[in-house]
């Protein structure tokens, strides 16, 4: 697959190295040539701007900070991503608060590039977990949700999950996004804390009661 990156900062890193020893053909664009240049070589990617990336990717990773969203996906031609596969991984938590400035960045993202085909993922870990995939914990692969509206789009974005050996977790339309948002929210505040989300769910069958029948 050809993935365009916007931004060439710490998930465009670490996402984009691990696709590229995947197989996959990885553009980083950055609005600096010479960090977008240093990150490509590292990881085996080549390199461009922002718009050069954006008209590269199949899908695109949007991986900018929250408050960039707008200038980026909007500083170039109308249209660009047509078609295309956004795939957001953009958290808008306020530090120190550990809530959102923007309660649903993915909506704000279809709303910014309207024929994009937008699905979020990759928002509830950290870049140094994705950086050390595959991301198996306890024996287990790591499930990563994700939410679009699109089901060709899912279905790149969940190949893109595997890519990492991770197991892609279906969790619905993108209107469901804000859900994996305010978690990622709600997540780092507790790890800040010293508390491990590890231990705060039952497994399916303790929910549903059919643990102790
Ligand atoms: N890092 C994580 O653990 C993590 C985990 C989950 C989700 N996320 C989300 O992923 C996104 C990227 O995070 P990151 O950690 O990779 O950030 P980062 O290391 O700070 O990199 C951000 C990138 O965005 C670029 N950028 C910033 N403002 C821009 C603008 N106005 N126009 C164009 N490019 C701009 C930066 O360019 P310069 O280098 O030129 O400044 C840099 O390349 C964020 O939305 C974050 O919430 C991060």
Redesign the pocket.
Known sequence: MRIGI?????????LGGQWVRAGHEVMVG???RL??ADLAGRIGASSGS?LEASAFGEVTL????????S??LT?GPPGRFAGRTVLD?????IPGDFTLAVPA?AEQVAQLAPDAHVVKA?????????QDAPCTFEGEPLGVPFCGDDEAANEQVAVLIRALGCTPVKAGALVRARLLEAT?ALAIGLWVDGADTRSLFPPKAAAFGTVHP
Do not use: H, I, Q, Y
Request: proline residues 5%.
């Open positions: 916007l931004g060439s900062g710490l998930m465009a890193d670490a950055g609005r600096d960090k977008s922002l949007l991986a900018v900070p929250a408050e960039a969203v200038e980026v500083g991984c953009t958290n808008a938590v960045m990759f928002n509830l870990a950290p870049d140094t977990v994705w990622a």
